[in-house]
Each structure stands twice: as C-alpha cells, then as structure tokens.
C-alpha cells in the first residue's frame, strides 16, 4: 500500500481484515444531523429521545455506517477503492460516549473483475450494533 494507492487486488486474499474505532461524540451527532438533514429528534432532542424505545439520544445509523467507508477508502483494501454497494443491518443503538469499532474482512475476491466482497461489522465492546457485506472495486497492478 502507498501513499496514493491503497492495495492491490492482487495483493489481497481472503481472511485479511481492517479496522477503524471512533468514539461517537456530541460535535459528531450535531455535525452529522447537519450535513445529512437527517435532524430526527431522537438524535438532537434529549426530552424528546427520553420518550423513545431508546430512553435517551443516539446516534445516527448512518454515522456508524460511514465508519465502514473509513476501513474500505484509508485501511483496506485503501486509497482508490471504489464502493459499489453496501448492505445494512442495524442491530442496537450507539449513544454519545459509545466507541464503534467497524472491521471489514475479506469474504471473496474476483481478480479478474477486481471486485472483492467483504463482511463489514459495527461493534461496541462486544455488541455487534451493525452487520452488513460491501462489495468494492479495487485498482489492478495490470492496469486492465
């Protein structure tokens, strides 16, 4: 991996895993409702999110999710990756203070359409908060 090019497909096999933690903070939640339009009160309403199933604020799904995009696009298979599509399963909520490690493993890799399919999961301690699989397209050392 360099500094422009993240991995090959050829350099990768199937088992290899990345991971990215990120402790969700308030900037975060606030920033995110922002720039997404997505200000459903159960994110930015503390009297409001009380009343919930949640009994109090979380954070946006899609925050996590985006935790996934780190891993693919600077750790593995890295700079140059191309998302193709993403799966979702949102399993428990992640509140304000919660750190979520997302970890993308490698399931399968067809070289020669330089596709590889990877498991991507969200976790908090040991509490799997998001499941899903990503397919991705990654750069070839054969420049086809």
Not at 61 to 69: D, Q, R, T, V
Not at 120 to 139: K, N, Q, W
Request: aromatic share 6%.
């Amino acid at each position: 991996m360099s500094d422009v090019q993240g991995y090959y497909v050829e350099d990768l096999s199937v088992g290899m895993s990345a991971s990215y933690a990120k402790t969700v903070t308030e900037t975060d939640v606030v920033l995110f409702a922002g720039i997404s339009g997505d200000n459903n009160p159960v994110h930015i309403n503390q009297e409001f999110a009380e009343t919930s199933m949640f009994k109090g604020r979380i954070a946006h799904g899609m925050l996590s999710a985006g935790f996934i995009s780190t891993v693919l696009g600077t750790r593995m298979p890295g700079y140059g990756t191309i998302y193709l599509s993403q799966t979702l399963k949102f399993k428990a909520p992640v509140r304000i203070g919660d750190t979520v490690t997302a970890v993308a493993t490698i399931k399968e890799i067809v070289a020669e359409k330089r596709k590889v399919t990877l498991e991507t999961i969200c976790r908090v301690g040991d509490v799997v908060v998001l499941e899903g699989e990503a397919v991705v397209m990654v750069a070839s050392k054969n420049k086809k």
